[in-house]
């Protein structure tokens, strides 16, 4: 309304809220709010996901309706296995990228007849976790990849890296 140039008074609604969230301004490119903002807000703290509370209801619930279980099994050993062995490279996995590599597991299954569900798996994982490690990261992926190799084995099935998609 200032930037109409007039005297404009706008008044809220008595039931007017504002909510608002932030993550830790510690994140890189993020910076704290100034103290004169955020004395207007109450802070709630939020503890970080854990693994099995808040990973495991998703996974299982997103992936009961395929009959291939213990793709949901290898894929929370996988989000455990980042979790406890690759937080030191600064390497996690959010919600987000979770609920992605499933919805593109989904597609695979349902679309791409071809591509058996253990691919589309590993796949998955390439397109959420591996292709964003740079080429420093190499050791990184390298222990990925294998953890990924040693799940898909235990299925009974060997996966090349470097095999084309069918």
């Known amino acids: 309304l200032i930037e109409k140039g007039g005297e404009n008074k706008l008044v809220a609604h008595e039931s007017f ?3 608002a969230s932030m993550n830790p301004g510690g994140d890189f490119g ?3 709010l100034s103290p004169a903002l955020r004395n207007r807000f109450t802070e709630i703290w939020v ?3 854990d693994v099995e509370g808040d990973f495991a209801p998703v996974v299982s619930h997103k992936l009961k309706q395929h009959p291939e279980q213990d793709i949901s099994e290898m894929m929370m050993a996988f989000v455990r296995w980042i979790s406890d062995s690759m937080s030191m490279f600064s ?3 959010t919600l987000r990228d979770v609920t992605s590599w499933i ?12 591509l058996d569900p253990y691919s589309a798996f590993i796949h998955g994982a390439q ?3 591996v292709d964003s490690l740079s080429e420093q990261q190499s050791l990184v ?7 990924l190799q040693e799940l898909v084995s235990t299925s ?3 996966f090349r890296f470097d095999a084309p998609v069918q």
């Open 156 to 158: 009974g099935l060997l």
């Open 141 to 147: 992926r390298a222990r990925i990849e294998g953890k």
């Open 17 to 19: 809220r504002v909510f």
């Open 91 to 93: 390497i996690r996995l």
């Open 30 to 32: 993020k910076k704290e």
């Open 103 to 114: 919805s593109f597991l989904q597609v695979c299954i349902e679309r791409v007849p071809t």
């Open 47 to 49: 503890p970080s996901l």
């Open 127 to 129: 397109l959420i976790l």
